[in-house]
């Protein structure tokens, strides 16, 4: 079964600052999905960037964008110049490219920007 | 186009009595999954349902547990004689054909 690790339970980031969240997961399938979803406080899941594994070209979205390490099952998101919205839950989430599978989420890094 | 529907938003319920949460799906999309959240954890998959089908329920406890996706209607997770244990964040996603979920808003259930 898939897994997906995220050994940052918190960080903390100056405004303006950039920071790395960390993401490691396990599989043994070659083509896939990858996500990081934002959670503030609403609770609301909100999708910040997803990249395809047959992709090698790192996802950018603004502001974030993820270092890919397929090799190493790794996946990375950067936020740089953060902003104090940018404070919230953060997981990562692995999906199988089979049609319909359902995610695999991480335990979240909960990210706090500092002004 | 509106986003995914959940409500109640809050439920309250005492250990014994049932819970029904609701989940509306995006126009057009007939792929419905839910989600359990815990306090301080990831989301955890409970069921994959399309229309008048339940695709997959291996993330779904064996009792007091069930999903439904009618043909005309809403998805409906129903939990019968909740305990505290019970108390979480419920979370409704839906799909058109492909990959990309899209989140509700989340139902957060209290057991007293």
């Known amino acids: 079964a898939q897994t997906v690790t995220q050994s940052q339970p918190e960080m903390s980031v100056q405004e303006a600052e950039t920071v790395t969240l960390s993401c490691t997961y396990d599989t043994s399938e070659s083509d896939y999905y990858l996500f990081w979803y934002k959670q503030p406080p609403s609770r609301q899941m909100i999708l910040v960037i997803r990249q395809e594994a047959y992709k090698q070209q790192n996802a950018t979205e603004n502001r974030f964008s993820v270092n890919f390490q397929k090799a190493a099952k790794s996946f990375s998101l950067k936020i740089s110049d953060s902003q104090l919205g940018d404070a919230a839950m953060y997981f990562c989430a692995y999906s199988s490219d089979n049609y319909g599978q359902n995610f695999v989420f991480g335990p979240g890094t909960r990210l706090s920007v500092l002004p | ?112």
Not at chain 2, 8 to 35: D, F, I, T
Not at chain 2, 59 to 80: D, N, T, Y
């Open chain 2, 1 to 112: 186009n509106a986003g995914v529907m959940q409500n109640p938003r809050h439920l309250v319920r005492r250990r014994g009595q049932e819970a029904r949460l609701r989940c509306s799906p995006m126009k057009g999309h007939s792929h419905v999954y839910w989600y359990r959240q815990l306090p301080e954890e990831g989301l955890k998959f409970m069921v994959y349902l399309q229309k008048e089908n339940i695709i997959d329920e291996s993330g779904m406890p064996k009792e007091r547990f069930s999903a439904e996706f009618p043909k005309e209607g809403p998805s409906i997770l129903r939990i019968q004689q909740v305990v505290r244990g019970d108390s979480a964040a419920y979370f409704c996603a839906s799909s058109p054909l492909g990959n990309e979920q899209f989140f509700g808003p989340g139902t957060r259930l209290t057991v007293l």
